[in-house]
């Protein structure tokens, strides 16, 4: 979507650091709409409105993925957003999450990162991370202390459950509090998609898509699709999982898997 005319993004995949400034200490990243105050308002206001006019652009495309968990207050901040709601199959979802848990530390990726953090967050979040990876030095083999968007309850959960137990809630939080949110916005401002859909057939997708945001796609953009856009990963959770973790799974995310189409 960046590469539509006029639109662009942030040179790094997700900006969870700018979209909590002023809320860090809050336990998880489902921020209520009550915490969008002005100052944090004000604030995000300023970093998309900056980013806007460095690259001379009338559209931000964001995906952090916390986001998720938090459409009524990013809705606050952004009144006039459009939001596009992409759901994968939570087997496939929990698999790719899993690995992730488990990857090692990408010290170049987080800074990358660390460029978007608030001076006045920077001690916070060096700290946290300080800590961290003192607690990888005596877990060899063990996963991270935590990847992706942190649902209420999470760190509960991490006592007891196993990591594609964790996931699998993980994935259920986002989808249905993304759902149950987006659902009472107008429909001229929510994009509904699902993975498979999109690597099945990319161009017709993305030319809804484009139309949704009011967009041209070029022809070019249209012809890079086909080879830009692939479907390796689609199924693969069924046979990264075993049995076991997948009755797991099921158990979990089944009601969800159902809702929204997926047998």
Known sequence: M???D????????????????GNVRYPSDALPP??????????????????ARSRGIDTIIEKT????????FTGR?????????????????V????????????LRYRLRKARFVPPSDMPYYLARFLGNQLQRL?????????????????????????TVGICAHQWRACVEMASAALGDLPDDRVHRMKYEDFVSDPVQEFRRLAEFAGKPLSTRLESSLRGDVVATRRGRGR???GGEDQRLVRSIIGTTLATHGYA
């Open 239 to 241: 046979a990264e999982l």
């Open 77 to 93: 901040i952004f009144d006039d957003a459009k939001y596009v709601f992409i759901v994968r199959d939570g087997i496939d979802a």
């Open 138 to 162: 005596g877990a060899r083999g063990k996963p991270l202390n935590s990847w992706g968007p942190v649902f209420d309850g999470m760190a509960e959960l991490q006592s007891s459950a196993t």
């Open 34 to 51: 009550a915490l969008a105050r002005p100052e944090v308002k004000e604030y995000v206001d300023a970093r998309f409105a900056r980013l």
């Open 6 to 21: 006029g639109a662009g993004t942030w040179p790094c995949d997700e900006i969870n650091h700018v979209w909590r400034h």
């Open 2 to 4: 960046a590469r539509l």
């Open 65 to 72: 993925c916390a986001n998720s968990l938090r459409v009524p």
């Open 95 to 106: 698999a790719s999450a899993t690995r992730r848990w488990h990857a090692g530390l990408d």
